[in-house]
T-cell receptor
Framework: DADVTQTPRNRITKTGKRIMLECSQT?????MYWYRQDPGLGLRLIYY???????NKGEISDGYSVSRQAQAKFSLSLESAIPNQTALYFC????????????FGPGTRLTVT | AQSVAQPEDQVNVAEGNPLTVKCTYS??????LFWYVQYPNRGLQFLLK??????LVKGSYGFEAEFNKSQTSFHLKKPSALVSDSALYFC??????????????FGSGTRLLVRP
């Protein structure tokens, strides 16, 4: 979905390096999410944010941090990357409360060597 | 705790035949249920959702899903499969009452392969 963009799309980094993944959206949604996808495990929630001042840990937040710089921007950082953080990372957005679906970005494929 | 199970890693079907991708869920309260599709090198795309009301939900690309409360299932269906339907399909659930985080719990995914 072009309304949710992620940079970079692919990244190879070394163990111990700091890396930031960025997400931007033009949908005007308040809520933003970071997931990681691993084969056979589906998507797991890392962090989520309801607005700029409301950031919450998901089920697998250890080793990650986030920053909500603006309503439209939500960044995910790996302070010291390790090989088991090799995965496909997705940003998603949704609007408000209720049973609203989430809209996903194209993903960032991260490889930690 | 919320959970979703997609019991089949892969579903194979011939083009033109009906397809079913299975999903069962577990929540404490009432479920909101979703289906997403992922094509290679793409993000997840929303297909359809169940909130309340009619148990048969219609979505994008001719897909539909049937909510069955007694069996806690939400199977995805299509009457006539296309080769272009080949992709990875994810079922997701949110507890409408008990979970204030609005986060989705995803199944492990089912790969659909439609052969010509």
């Amino acid at each position: 979905d072009a309304d949710v963009t992620q940079t970079p799309r692919n990244r190879i980094t070394k163990t111990g390096k700091r890396i930031m993944l960025e997400c931007s959206q033009t949908k005007g949604h308040d809520r933003m999410y970071w997931y990681r996808q691993d084969p056979g495990l589906g998507l797991r929630l890392i962090y989520y944010s309801f607005d700029v001042k409301d950031i919450n840990k998901g089920e697998i937040s250890d080793g990650y941090s986030v920053s909500r710089q603006a309503q439209a921007k939500f960044s995910l950082s790996l302070e010291s990357a390790i090989p088991n953080q090799t995965a496909l990372y997705f940003c998603a957005t949704s609007v408000g409360r209720g049973a609203y679906e989430q809209y996903f970005g194209p993903g960032t494929r991260l490889t930690v060597t | 705790a919320q959970s979703v199970a997609q019991p089949e890693d892969q579903v194979n079907v011939a083009e033109g035949n009906p397809l079913t991708v299975k999903c069962t869920y577990s929540v404490s309260g009432n479920p909101y249920l979703f289906w997403y599709v992922q094509y290679p090198n793409r993000g997840l795309q929303f297909l359809l959702k169940y909130i309340t009301g009619d148990n048969l939900v219609k979505g994008s690309y001719g897909f539909e899903a049937e909510f069955n409360k007694s069996q806690t299932s939400f199977h995805l269906k299509k009457p006539s499969a296309l080769v272009s339907d080949s992709a990875l399909y994810f079922c997701a659930v949110r507890d409408a009452v008990m979970d204030s985080s609005y986060k989705l719990i995803f199944g492990s995914g089912t790969r659909l392969l439609v052969r010509p």
